[in-house]
């Protein structure tokens, strides 16, 4: 008898019951799948919506950006037409100045003609008026003779200067005052873009918070920690107190460059200057006035402020440029300036502050050197 029980636990150990399955069993393994699977599905599906919410702030941020220059563009627009319209009265206030000088003359002469009679106001009007004034009359200027007829062809002539000039000083107004209607209009466009870019990105980015958290989830600790870590490194890299990228060259480019990155970390306000804040042709603007280069607050000329450079020649100071290359100066929307290793400094927009930035954004459209 002990002979079988020793048989039977032997049978016992080497063969388990049907139900024991080894571990993970068949349905663990396939468990195991379906999560990794479910896992997969969520983490694409959470990376499409965050794709999808910043691809919309970009897009905000696109729009308001080309509103912002266009409102830039419209200033430059309307300094260079109010500049016209003073130029244009200051003319035409000579030439008027120099046709009642001429004026005088011939009232002169004409007292002189009439027996010492003073001939003046309305009635030197007539006198000189192309239509009626009886200067114009053949014996007068047969009694006026010689050097008296000059000067009676001279007063004509300014008085045709001034009426010219005058009409040039009524177009520059009607110009200046267009300028200043279209300013306004821009202005009102690009606040409106800004407000609209503001409360959205408020929507969204708590909307990408929440994304965010849910591709975490999805992650691997593995895959959260390296994105972590990169992230850190980044914002050790391009910190305002890490300053790696300080040119010693004397060139106007490293003037310019050197200058814009002691603005780091100031705010970006549209259509801003400085000192305190800028928009991003503001901040290349006054970066190059630091190296004697003056070129205007708007990304529309300043991408014809000098030669066009290729991206594998670039220099430190190269204004970069984004947006599309189109018959409107208008859709090329933002710039930077490059400073090395593939590197930028630019205002990016509201909300955000002077910050170094890779330079290869997708719509990057080439660098002009300003001279």
Known sequence: MRAGLVVACLI?????????????????????????????KALGAATAKLAAAQGRLDELA????????????????????????VDARARLHSAEAHFEEARSAVAAIAAEAYGGFNISGSMLTLMTDNSEGFLHRASVLE???????????????????????RAQADDAFTAQQAAMENAAEAKAAAEDAVAEQTRQ???????????????????????????????????ASFSAGARPYIGTGSTNGDLAANWVLTQLGKPYVWAADGPDS??????????????????????????????HVPLNQLRRGDLLFFGRITSNPGDIHHVGMYIGRGLMVHAPQTGDVVRIASMWRRDLVGATRPT
């Open 278 to 307: 800028y928009d991003c042709s503001g901040l290349t603007m006054r970066a190059w006035e630091r190296a004697g280069v003056r070129i205007d607050h708007w990304t529309g000329t300043q991408w014809t402020s000098g030669p």
């Open 201 to 235: 990105t408020k929507v969204l980015r708590v909307r990408e918070s929440k994304l965010q958290g849910q591709v975490d989830a999805a992650r691997s600790l593995a895959d959260r920690l390296a994105r972590e870590r990169a992230a850190a490194l980044e914002r």
């Open 62 to 85: 696109s729009t308001a950006e080309r509103l912002i220059e266009a409102y830039n563009g419209e200033l430059v627009k309307l300094t260079a037409a109010e500049t016209a319209a």
């Open 12 to 40: 016992a150990t080497l063969c388990p019951p049907a139900h024991a399955e080894p571990r993970p069993s068949a349905d663990d393994v396939a468990e195991a799948r379906d999560a990794l699977r479910d896992k997969n």
């Open 143 to 165: 009694q006026m003779g010689g050097e008296r007829t000059i000067i009676l062809d001279r007063v004509r002539a300014a008085q045709k200067v001034a009426e010219i000039l």
